[in-house]
């Protein structure tokens, strides 16, 4: 019985600390520690216990809740929601510490509770219909199903034929509870001699005004109806996606046809477009920049400045070269690339046989593990044993103690009424000294209320306030002064206006003159466009492709002996090698990889290309430039990358 009280204050101390739990302003470590400070009364076992107790409950706490939660819509309908902790604690002592406790151990637990409840919980909880059927799947959304059943379900299943034991133990002890309270009954009610009371008589009923509904308004037409926007959004929906497919469609079939894609530009470049006076202030600003440039330039050349022919092909043949080292750049490193595989590939083979190795240490670490864990557990048993004993000798001086305690508790209350009836007095004391000059206060706001007041009074829209005010005046004076005001106001907003409308005008004539200037040189600039564009037809420019160079041919030599290597390695472990990384399976991973890198290095070679068309007219743009301002410009190689 001591050990079940025990038991009892244990579980009773762990529903007390998860109560106290609060995960929305409290982490799990946090309240961890807070608990092991409260429980350093108690020895380590009993303080191990509560610990790895709540642990388990705040950290299974969603598979706990499901089993709970369903046990209070089904079987625990009457049960308090305070008591709520109570039933986790049992659910995960039942779910993950049964093992390790024992039946017997776990039994005590439980019988140190309430018989009622534990009976109702543990036949709801160790049902085989529950635990195969919805139990197994509301648990299987928080882990893997095969971890469920194998490591929760199962273990329970097993443990289930004993724990229906210890229910019917506890049905058994309800049964005799029941019987021995009837038994002990000795008083036997007898029927008291009373009057047969005559039968009363059914009254009429009343007559009953059902209430009239009234006509529900008819559902409007437009709640069936789409709205007319819903309609317009999806047309003007459907009209952008045939013109996007349209583009794309166009961009597919003219995507290499660079010539076509010129001339279409010039012919879109004709199209009228409205422009606004910023644009077309900004485009005559800039036409007039372009007239200024080429007046420049015609003066420089007059003077005799030099044809930059020689130094552009120059710098063409730099770029060439360039652009070589850098496409054999990117061979280098796609080698590069293709070697480190087979160097990743065999340092993996070498892992297996480290592996191979630990594994031998890991057993026999395991072996010596398990040792210590049964010894472990012998000296576990020996410390519960000397707990019982201590428990015990922990008993026998209740009695006293409880005896001083009830009467401290009287002196505490006889000296608590004495002083709460003087504080009653106190305060009466004062409640009759508020009542008093409340009155006072009331009589003399009914005596100034009593007194007549003036109703009427006249006022002269003529006399100032009085109020001894700087520029203090009468409201016809104010009036006056208000209406001129406003004279003023009109006059000044005519002539506003009128000065608005003359340099509206003004600003009309301007954008006009500057339309006529564009519209001039934009007709000029198509011509020398269309002369440039002939002139770009009669040259040809011939690509070279880069020759390999040392590095690369190293690179390929050093990933067939790396290959050579890998595959004796192989033979050595016995193991399946794996398809060369130049061609591996479409399912694996590296044949993703070696098509990134692929596709990455066509990307590259394709910006590069790009890259060194723009900067070579733009360089040609810059020279230019730089003719006409009648300068010589030298530009070192580096400065073309």
């Not at 008291?192 to 009429?204: G, W």
């Not at 054999?328 to 065999?346: D, M, N, T, V, Y």
Request: with cysteine; proline share 3%; net charge positive.
């Amino acid at each position: 019985m001591v050990k079940m009280v025990r038991h009892r204050e244990l579980i009773a101390l762990t529903v007390q600390q998860l109560d106290k739990f609060n995960p929305e302003n409290q982490s799990v470590d946090d309240f961890l520690n807070e608990s092991a400070e409260m429980l350093q009364t108690l020895n380590t076992t009993e303080e191990k216990f509560v610990l790895d107790t709540l642990a388990g409950c705040t950290e299974y706490k969603s598979l706990l809740d499901v089993v709970v939660n369903a046990f209070y819509a089904q079987d625990g309908r009457y049960c308090l929601i305070s008591e709520r902790n109570v039933y986790i604690v049992i659910c995960y002592l039942a779910t993950f510490q049964l093992e390790e406790l024992g039946l017997q151990h776990f039994s005590r637990i439980v019988k140190s509770l309430d018989t009622a409840k534990m009976q109702k919980f543990l036949r709801f909880f160790f049902n085989k219909l529950h635990l195969n059927t919805w139990i197994k799947d509301e648990w299987s959304h928080f882990y893997d199903s095969l971890y469920v059943k194998e490591n929760l379900i199962d273990p329970l299943l097993r443990w289930q034929p004993k724990v229906q034991l210890l229910i019917e133990q506890l049905t058994n002890k309800l049964n005799n509870l029941t019987t021995t309270v009837k038994a002990s009954t000795v008083t036997q009610p007898k029927e008291f001699n009373l009057t047969v009371p005559k039968p009363r008589a059914i009254p009429l009923p009343l007559p009953m005004h059902l209430p009239v509904l009234e006509k529900r308004r008819p559902v409007p037409p437009s709640t069936y109806k789409p709205p007319k926007e819903k309609k317009q959004l999806e047309e003007i929906k459907e009209k952008n996606l045939q013109k996007a497919n349209d583009l794309l469609v166009k961009a597919n079939t003219d995507r290499f046809r660079c010539a076509t894609m010129k001339s279409e530009k010039r012919e879109i470049d004709n199209i009228p477009i409205k422009l606004n006076t910023a644009a077309i202030l900004r485009e005559g600003a800039l036409y007039q920049r372009k007239m200024e440039e080429q007046l420049k330039r015609v003066e420089n050349l007059q003077q005799g400045a030099g044809d930059p022919s020689e130094f552009l092909e120059w710098q063409k043949q730099m770029r060439g070269k360039d652009l070589e080292e850098q496409l054999a750049e990117i061979e280098c490193r796609r080698l590069q690339g293709k070697l480190s595989h087979e160097e990743a590939i065999l340092a993996r083979q070498n892992v297996i046989q480290e592996n191979k190795k630990k594994a031998d240490l890991l057993r026999e670490e395991k072996a010596e593990l398990m040792h210590q864990h049964a010894e472990k557990r012998l000296q576990e048993q020996k410390e519960m044993k000397e707990l019982a004993e201590q428990v015990m000798e922990g008993h026998k001086n209740v009695k006293q103690v409880k005896t001083k305690l009830q009467e401290y508790k009287q002196q505490i209350a006889q000296q608590v009424s004495e002083e709460s009836g003087e504080l009653l007095r106190q305060a009466l004391e004062k409640e009759e000294e508020k009542a008093k000059k409340r009155s006072e206060i009331i009589q003399q706001i009914r005596a100034i209320e009593s007194i007549p007041g003036i109703r009427h009074k006249f006022v002269d829209l003529t006399e100032t306030g009085g109020h001894g005010l700087f520029g203090e005046m009468s409201i016809v004076e104010l009036r006056e002064r208000l209406a001129l005001l406003k004279e003023a106001q009109k006059a000044a907003e005519e002539e506003k206006r009128d000065q608005i409308i003359h340099e509206k005008q003004a600003k009309e004539q301007l954008l006009l003159e500057k339309l006529d200037q564009i519209s001039q040189f934009r007709a000029e600039l198509g011509r020398a466009a269309a002369l440039k564009q002939e002139e770009k037809k009669r040259k040809s420019q011939s690509g070279e492709r880069p020759v390999k160079d040392e590095r690369i041919l190293n690179l390929q030599k050093k990933i067939v002996e790396k290959k050579m290597e890998r595959k004796k390695q192989a033979g050595l472990l016995k193991i399946t090698p794996q398809k060369p990384s130049i061609m591996p399976s479409k399912d694996s991973v590296q044949w993703n990889h070696w098509k990134e890198l692929e596709e990455i290095r066509e990307r590259q070679f394709k910006l590069l290309q790009r890259g060194f068309m723009a900067r070579e007219a733009a360089h040609k743009r810059a020279v230019c430039v730089a003719a006409r301002s009648g300068t010589t410009t030298y530009i070192l190689r580096s400065d073309l990358k």
